[in-house]
């Protein structure tokens, strides 16, 4: 009888693994008019990509991505880019939600099988070419000191970032 419930129990776990897309890697880099996100996962068996959603709630980006499953298929590997536009210039916090679909049409939201955030900074396109028109800075690129002219614009905050979107002073 232990035996039995064992194998019972040894098989009722595989079958919960092997409903699962695991995140094996994610990255967010900055785009004109947006951040690009890459979501990488493997299945524990079969399944296919078949939607994703995604909120912006402050500088927070919360970003479902759905997958259907067959588990008469093998395990397969994806690799996904999600554009997500955006307006305003800031750090953002991207979080990752991998859903499972019994459907291979709609969404059903059958399991959340893995979460995962990363961090991203964004400087706005729009917001930089109005602060460019009315404000001059001197050397662009630079070293060391940076050089304001007059302006009429009143600055309360100032954040400098390198190329790669890393804030180097605020």
């Known amino acids: 009888m232990k035996k039995s419930l064992l194998l019972l129990l040894l098989f009722t776990v595989s079958n919960i ?3 699962n897309i695991f995140i ?3 990255s967010a880099t900055e785009l004109a008019g947006g951040v690009n996100v890459n979501v990488q996962t493997v299945s524990g068996i079969g399944s296919g990509y078949l939607s994703n959603e995604y909120t912006i709630n402050g500088n927070i980006i919360d970003l479902s991505v759905c997958y259907w499953f067959d588990q008469t298929l093998p ?3 994806f690799n996904n880019d999600f554009f997500i536009p955006l307006s305003n210039a800031g750090s953002y ?7 499972l679909s019994t459907s ?9 099988t893995d979460n995962r955030s990363t ?9 930089f070419e109005d602060f460019k028109n009315n404000f001059s800075f001197f050397p662009n690129p630079t070293s060391g000191k940076i050089h304001f002219d007059k302006s009429e614009l009143v600055i309360n905050n100032l954040s400098i970032y390198d190329n790669t979107g890393r804030i180097v002073k605020k």
């Not at 961090?119 to 917001?127: I, W």
């Open 17 to 19: 693994f092997c409903q």
């Open 24 to 26: 094996t890697q994610l």
């Open 104 to 112: 291979q049409v709609t969404c059903d939201n059958y399991a959340n």
């Open 93 to 99: 916090e991207v979080n990752v939600h991998i859903i």
């Open 75 to 77: 395990i397969l590997e």
């Open 119 to 127: 961090t991203v900074s964004y400087l706005s396109t729009a917001s």
